[in-house]
Each structure stands twice: as structure tokens, then as C-alpha cells.
């Protein structure tokens, strides 16, 4: 199998690590910094107190690249416009797409099979340009797990989590997934196929949704945030109006608010990549993580006035930073 990752960071990077390690036919798309440390001195990936230096085939030429059975798109979810004409070129005709983001993804309401079946999450595809450019016919559904950090160009620093889950946006458990499955297990990795990949989107989103942008807002690790009396109620508070707008949509949490708050806080003083990005002066998934939560609460009905207000004062962050330069 040939995996085309696109995006040498924190996760893209990772996961060629693993993957390459194992024998896998690996290229990397990247560019900048990371594209010429890449050719120079590999990728270097940090775990569990060893260094593994590996060497995959990487470029920024993706005609060069040329087709794939796999791209795996590690980008955040506000890059992704940017990289749609990169994908055409790694295509062949059967070729998978693996979107590898945070947040609701822009296919949610394809081959979703209920009321709102084909609709456009207009926070993360308000143009319709990933809708175009990927078709759901390709797209598997994936959860990133890992916690990892980019702490020089082509070099990762993992910090815990393995697992990848993957899912069919219809549900079926197709060959295709199966044997992407098995090549991450290969890696080491942990690849479980879920029958109903939104839900389990929601359960890693039910607390990004809310750690992340108070990090971004108060610099706060995880921790941190756990153990602050305030800090944990705004989670808490921003949490159970997830949840019901989520309960519209046919969702429910099988953990409690207080038991994923709980989990969080095990993590230790772990930065939210939200907090990574104000910190490096990078734009956030705000929009992926919040704001497309604000706006199927809107869709169904739930109002979500903690949410917005945190969406509002990040969004406020980020203008600022902007207009700044």
C-alpha cells in the first residue's frame, strides 16, 4: 500500500514515522523548513525515550509524487482549502482520502442517511471548494488520538496516544478500510473501525471544543485548566451544550462529562494545539472545533451561549492578530 501524507507536522509527521519504520511505501508532501530537513536529515521522531530516524521519500512536486492508494491529509482544518490543489495529482481511481483534522469534518452530512443529508457545514467549507475537490466517495472517516508535539522542523516529540480511528462516512466496514486498518497495526499503531465514525468525532471533539479555546485565551495546559474551580466549570458548562446539540443529531456519550474532564486531566500539562498555534503565531481550528458546533446548534435548535462566546473571543484573538500582522 502507498500512503501519501500530506503535511510534515506534529501528526503528518508521526504517522510517517511509524508507517515508514514499518516498511511501508511512504511519501511525504511537504514543503519550507520541513521539506529540507526532511531531505537532509530525515524525520526525526522522539518516543518513549528512543530516537527513531527514518528517511521516506518526500517532496513538494505531488505530479512528481504521482498517484497513491492513500492520502492521508494532515493539515489543520483551516489549511485544507489551501492544499486541495495538491490532490488531484496523488489520485488514481480508487485512491482513499483520510482527513486527518480536529473538529466536525466538512463531509459530516454526506452519506449521513438522515434529515439533514447532504448539507454544507458552512464553517469549515463555506465555499463548497473541499466538497468539490474531495469527493465522499474517497473519504474515510479518521479520530486522531495522539498527542504530539513539532519541535524543530522534521522532528516530533510524541507524548501519548497510538490509535487512529477509522470509520466509513456510510457505516459499512469495506475492504478498503480494513486493509488500511491492518497497515497501521503493522505500524504499532491502533486502527479500530467504528460502524458510526460521527460518534466517535464527537467524543474526542466534546472536550477539544472546550479545552482549546480557553487554553488559546488563557495559555493554560490541560491540567491546568482541570484543576482551576472556573477553568473546569466553563469546560463543564461548554460540554453539556455540546452534548445536547449532539443529542439532536442521534449522538450520545457513553462517558460523562465529568469522567472526559477526568481524562483530560490525566493527560498532565499537555499545550491543546489551539494554544500551540496563538503561541507560534499561527491561525487556530477555531471555526472546525467551535464554530461549526455553534452552528448545528443553530441547525437543530439548541442554544449555545457559552460556546459562542468563547468562539466570539477567540475569533476576536485571531482579527486582531491578523490585522496586526
Not at 34 to 52: Q, T
Not at 225 to 230: A, E, T, Y
Request: net charge neutral; glycine share 10%; hydrophobic share 45%.
Amino acid at each position: 500500500m502507498k500512503i501519501a501524507i500530506i503535511g510534515a507536522g506534529a501528526i503528518g509527521g508521526y504517522l510517517a514515522a511509524r508507517l515508514a519504520h514499518a516498511g511501508t511505501s511512504v511519501t511525504v508532501i511537504a514543503r519550507g523548513a520541513n521539506l529540507v530537513a526532511i531531505r537532509n536529515d530525515g524525520l526525526r521522531l522522539y518516543e518513549n525515550g528512543n530516537e527513531l530516524v527514518v528517511r521516506p521519500d518526500v517532496t513538494d512536486d505531488p505530479v512528481a509524487a504521482g498517484p497513491h492508494d492513500v492520502v492521508v491529509v494532515a493539515v489543520k482544518a483551516q489549511q485544507l482549502a489551501a492544499v486541495v490543489p495538491l490532490l488531484a495529482p496523488l489520485y488514481h481511481a480508487t485512491t482513499m482520502v483520510v482527513p486527518a483534522q480536529n473538529g466536525i469534518p466538512w463531509w459530516y452530512f454526506q452519506r449521513h442517511g438522515g434529515e439533514y443529508e447532504g448539507r454544507t457545514v458552512a464553517a469549515v467549507d463555506p465555499d463548497g471548494i473541499l466538497t468539490a475537490a474531495i469527493p465522499i466517495e474517497r473519504v474515510i472517516g479518521c479520530v486522531v488520538y495522539p498527542a504530539t508535539e513539532l519541535t524543530a522542523p522534521g522532528v516530533i516529540r510524541h507524548i501519548e496516544g497510538d490509535r487512529f480511528t477509522l470509520g466509513e462516512p456510510d457505516g459499512t466496514r469495506s475492504e478498503r478500510i480494513q486493509a488500511l486498518a491492518h497497515c497501521l497495526t503493522r505500524a504499532g499503531l491502533k486502527a479500530p473501525i467504528r460502524p458510526r465514525i460521527r460518534a466517535e468525532i464527537w467524543l474526542k471533539l466534546w472536550g477539544n471544543l472546550a479545552f482549546n479555546p480557553i487554553s488559546a485565551l488563557s495559555g493554560a495546559t490541560l491540567v491546568e485548566i482541570c484543576r482551576h474551580p472556573q477553568g473546569r466549570a466553563l469546560t463543564a458548562a461548554m460540554m453539556a451544550e455540546a452534548r445536547d446539540v449532539a443529542a439532536r443529531l442521534g449522538i450520545e456519550f457513553n462517558i460523562s462529562i465529568e469522567q472526559r474532564i477526568a481524562g483530560a486531566e490525566q493527560v498532565g500539562a499537555h499545550k491543546t494545539s489551539m494554544l500551540q498555534d496563538v503561541e507560534a503565531g499561527r491561525s487556530t481550528e477555531i471555526d472546525a472545533l467551535v464554530g461549526a458546533v455553534a452552528e448545528l446548534g443553530r441547525l437543530v435548535g439548541v442554544a449555545t451561549p457559552h460556546i459562542d462566546a468563547m468562539y466570539a473571543a477567540v475569533s476576536l484573538l485571531e482579527a486582531k492578530r491578523h490585522a496586526q500582522g
